[in-house]
């Protein structure tokens, strides 16, 4: 068993899951103000697990090459993390059978997407692009969702 004694890269990874989650905390938390059944928790959590999953293979990647037989590609892990958060994002998409049919539950879908974006973007510390993609996530969901009801007939 690898017992990584590195107490400094641990603390900055906890540090990174922590910036990561509390970004993906907001993502959630609009979903949450707009009702929507994937909130603060699950954008949270989905941010965190990203990118503690990214970070750990970024910092193993030097800790497991053994006599340069173990070859780490952190970019696997990142294509791993996208295909399983895709697949837990198709959890919250449903068809209405009362409402003639109609798909909802995309947008809260791209929102987790964008959570786990988010931090594999704070694990590869890209932190300017983490904090101004959560922006511009959040000016999108509350300005179109302002813009939808000002177009609403019946609201």
């Known amino acids: 068993m690898l017992i990584n004694n590195d107490w400094q890269t641990q603390l900055i ?3 990174q899951v922590i910036l990561a ?8 938390f609009e ?3 707009a009702n929507k059944p994937a909130g603060f928790r699950t954008h949270t959590l989905v941010a965190g697990a990203a990118c503690l999953f ?3 293979a970024a910092a193993a990647e030097s800790d497991l090459h053994l006599s340069g037989t173990v070859i780490i590609d952190p970019l696997r892990v990142a294509a791993a993390i996208v295909a399983g958060v895709s697949f837990l994002g198709a959890g919250t998409i449903f068809r209405s059978s009362s409402d003639s049919g109609k ?3 995309l947008t809260t879908a791209a929102t987790i997407w964008t959570s786990a974006a988010v931090g594999l973007a704070v694990a590869l510390g890209q932190l300017i692009a983490a904090v101004g993609v959560t922006i511009i996530t959040l000016i999108v969901l509350r300005g179109m969702s302002l ?5 609403d007939p019946d609201a």
């Open 31 to 33: 979903r949450e103000l």
């Open 54 to 56: 990214m970070a750990v």
């Open 147 to 151: 813009l939808e009801r000002r177009h």
């Open 103 to 105: 798909v909802g539950g």
């Open 13 to 15: 990874i906890i540090g």
């Open 21 to 28: 989650m509390i970004l993906g905390g907001f993502i959630g």
